[in-house]
Every structure is written in structure tokens, then in C-alpha cells.
């Protein structure tokens, strides 16, 4: 079992920068590729970034790549998303979700666990 916990949502200007952090507990986070994913008013939810349990591999959506980066602290069981150069596009619900075993899953279905996810509105 992994329970996740997303913060660091909030609202900010278009330009501007945030950062998101998921805190998970349980015993199989460092073996988890931990994903970011987001919900935009009336669209599905949609893969934002991963993160991979080994060495560290990501891999990005179109949309934010170059503009967002995925970390993670396996001492802290934490990953976290620093957002940049943000657009009104981006506005969403952005979720933290686990795969154990996993390497960079993009599907929804590839993870086993979700947080609640935290509210992010670039406002122009």
C-alpha cells in the first residue's frame, strides 16, 4: 500500500512558477515510478510527467516539456514537480500517483495508487 499526499498548489500568474510536492508513505516507494498527471476543467485527466525508480529516468508530455521537471528524494519519500514559465493551459487538478515495479508508465491504468490531488489556476 502507498499513500499520497499532493501540496503546493495555489493560484499564480502566467510566466510564473510553482512547485508541487507529493509525500507518500509506505514501504514500496523507492521501488515506484511516480507520475504526475492533471485534470483541466472538462477534459480528461491527462500524463504530465514520470519519474523512475531507476536512475532517476523521466519522461515528459509535450506539453510541459522543457517547462517542468520531476524529482524525486527517496530518503524522504517525496517527488516533487517544479512548474515554470506556467500558461493558463495548465490550469488543472494535478495528481500524484504510484507505480510499484514500474519504470516510466504514461496510462492511467499503469498506477496502482492516487493522491487527491491539489489545485493549480494560472490566471493571464
Known amino acids: 500500500q502507498v499513500q499520497l499526499g499532493e501540496s503546493g498548489g495555489g493560484l499564480v500568474q502566467a510566466g510564473g512558477s510553482l512547485r508541487l510536492s507529493c509525500a507518500a508513505a509506505g514501504r514500496t516507494f523507492s521501488t515506484s515510478a511516480m507520475g504526475w498527471f492533471r485534470r483541466a476543467p472538462g477534459k480528461e485527466r491527462e500524463f504530465v510527467a514520470v519519474i523512475s525508480w531507476i536512475a532517476g529516468r523521466t519522461y515528459y508530455a509535450d506539453s510541459v516539456k522543457g517547462r517542468f521537471t520531476i524529482s524525486r528524494d527517496d530518503a524522504k519519500n517525496t517527488v516533487a514537480l517544479q512548474m515554470g514559465s506556467l500558461k493558463p493551459e495548465d490550469t488543472a487538478v494535478y495528481y500524484c500517483?504510484?507505480?510499484?515495479?514500474?519504470?516510466?508508465?504514461?496510462?492511467?491504468?499503469?498506477?496502482?495508487?492516487w493522491g487527491q490531488g491539489t489545485q493549480v489556476t494560472v490566471a493571464s
Open positions: 500517483a504510484a507505480d510499484p515495479g514500474g519504470l516510466t508508465p504514461t496510462e492511467e491504468w499503469e498506477y496502482d495508487y
